[in-house]
């Protein structure tokens, strides 16, 4: 069952970016000039960023040790024998958040005066949720200190 949902995802995401490399390809001259944004390079950090991002969350899940417990222990939260200090945990959190960030930076950074003002609005929530995500995991990890601590 799970490989059949691995292809079929697999098999969603290659059209979609086939379609979408497609379509940059096809209006390129009008995105260019209306945007002063290269929809192929913006293909490539986008395609690299969903690598590198997903990556991350392997490493995560590998550094805190997530794949040595029970299922029920992660459906129920409870994570007492995982281990967020360690590198590869930190490694692979530091690559999620910076994939989840760059390319949103470099379109805001080289479109910021062509852009329409609502999807520097949209960038800039995006930004936001990325920020935010990012401070709950670390008030994860504060509470899971905190509760490690005071069970020892």
Request: hydrophobic share 55%.
């Amino acid at each position: 069952m799970l490989s059949k949902i691995k292809s079929l995802v697999t098999v969603i995401i290659f059209l979609s970016l086939f379609l979408i490399f497609f379509d940059s390809i096809l209006h390129r001259e009008v995105f260019s000039e209306k945007y002063g944004l290269n929809p192929v390079f913006i293909t490539i950090i986008f395609v690299a960023a969903e690598i590198f991002f997903n990556f991350g969350i392997v490493l995560m899940l590998k550094g805190t040790g997530v794949f040595k417990i029970k299922i029920k222990d992660l459906l129920r939260f409870k994570l007492e024998k995982a281990n967020f200090r360690t590198k590869t945990f930190i490694a692979g959190f530091v690559m999620n958040r910076l994939s989840a960030t760059i390319p949103w930076l470099y379109i805001l950074g080289v479109g910021w005066t062509k852009l329409p003002t609502a999807f520097i609005g949209l960038i800039v929530l995006e930004l936001l949720i990325v920020a935010i995500l990012t401070l709950g995991v670390f008030e994860i990890i504060k509470k899971h200190d905190y509760q490690t601590s005071k069970a020892s």
